[in-house]
């Protein structure tokens, strides 16, 4: 596997089940985030992990749970969501340093559906 | 609060037209980067700006970073079905981190 990849690709899931989306990067970096991107909207900044530890939570409900056990992998645990959750969620990594961020790499992203 | 609006929203054009679209803000910003999303996948990088007046050339795009570093223009020159995608710009915010357009949807038809 090269680059950053996600999984699942796709989740329909009801508003009281518990799921969480993975994400793994290649790329060596130490810096690895989470965004939303719903339609024609910009993309909302959730969590950001700088070497493992968490710098940025964007005011995002406690019902998204961010994990980040290595500098590789990063998870966002799901629980009891509303249907205007349902977007889709990108996570990115860059190689963080001073006067960063620099160029972010993406992943092709989970499509949530909240029924 | 920073924004970066961009103009416009959604473009439809013929495959060999020539289009710009712009990314715009009230606020300076030290460096701008332009991203492509196609269908299913995530934003790709095409490239950063950095210098007040800035202009960078990819192939058939040309971007142009404004002489206050408030604003931004992409210009496509001929363009191709390959072109069409989610055209993102995004800033580089006071806290460092990106602060996003909410993009231009480009289609071109063959």
């Known amino acids: 596997e090269t680059g950053v990849t996600q999984t699942p690709r796709h989740l329909v899931m009801g508003m009281t089940n518990k799921k969480s989306l993975k994400c793994e990067q290649h790329l060596g970096h130490n810096a690895m985030y989470w965004y939303k991107q719903s339609a024609k909207k910009p993309l909302e900044l959730m969590f950001v992990y700088n070497f493992k530890e968490q710098t940025e939570n964007n005011s995002v409900p406690s019902r998204f749970s961010p994990e980040c056990p290595n500098s590789s992998h990063l998870f966002l645990h799901l629980h009891t969501l509303q249907p205007e959750d349902s977007a889709l969620y990108l996570c990115a990594s860059s190689q963080d340093g001073a006067g960063g961020p620099y160029e972010q790499y993406f992943g092709p992203g989970t499509r949530l559906t909240v029924t | 609060t920073q924004l970066l609006e961009q103009s416009p929203q959604f473009l439809s054009i013929q495959e060999g037209e020539n289009l710009t679209v712009y990314c715009n803000s009230s606020?300076?910003?030290?460096?701008l980067q332009w991203y492509r999303q196609e269908p299913g996948e995530g934003p790709v990088l095409l490239v950063t700006v950095v210098t007040g007046g800035e202009v960078k050339k990819l192939k058939r795009l040309t971007f142009q970073f404004g002489d206050a570093r408030k604003d931004s223009s992409l210009h496509i020159t001929a363009a191709q079905p390959g072109d069409t995608g989610l055209y993102l710009c995004a800033g580089k915010g006071s806290n460092y981190q990106l602060i996003w357009g909410a993009g231009t949807k480009l289609i071109i038809k063959p």
């Open positions: 606020s300076v910003f030290s460096s």
